[in-house]
């Protein structure tokens, strides 16, 4: 019989370790994933806003042409003004560079005095820097609900 060799053992992986290996890493890669990925929600938690109504006031306290200065939750103040038996609610910061804006009875208009900006009574610019940007005062929606006005107030939450 000619001189038979036993096969010699490979030698580095073999294929059992080497498919070990291979489920090893990819545990190992899904379990830190995971563990990112939890950790990610934790320092960003998912935001999703929710939408409430604020009582502002009674449509008695604020009849047609009247106007009153109310706070919103967050502290800021805001014109709320029946216009025509129209509630129309603005912020009273100047969208220029976020002066305090103040109401002008005599010229029926709001007045910015840091650049002379100035906006009519639904918060459309007129003249000053806001004109020429094109700026007008944030509008708030309101909501009648019988004799009571509500603020929409959208926050958002985690």
């Excluded at 090893?24 to 990610?40: D, F, H, K, P």
């Excluded at 009648?144 to 939450?157: F, L, Q």
Aim: aromatic share 10%.
């Amino acid at each position: 019989m000619p001189n038979e060799t036993q096969p010699q053992p490979a030698e580095g992986l073999s294929r059992r370790e080497l498919v070990s290996w291979l489920f090893m890493g990819a545990g190992l890669t899904v379990s830190y994933g995971l563990a990112a990925l939890y950790a990610l929600r934790f320092v960003y938690p998912t935001r999703r806003e929710r939408i409430r109504d604020i009582f502002v006031t009674t449509l008695d306290e604020l009849p047609v042409g009247a106007r009153m200065e109310f706070k919103d939750p967050l502290g800021a103040e805001i014109y709320v003004q029946n216009i025509g038996g129209a509630v129309v609610a603005l912020s009273n910061v100047c969208p220029h560079l976020g002066c305090k804006v103040h109401w002008v009875q005599q010229d029926n208009r709001f007045f910015c005095p840091c650049h002379l900006g100035a906006f009519d009574i639904s918060g459309q610019p007129l003249e000053g820097p806001p004109k020429a940007e094109n700026k007008w005062l944030k509008r708030y929606e309101t909501v009648t609900r019988g004799n009571a006005v509500y603020i929409r107030w959208k926050e958002t939450v985690a």
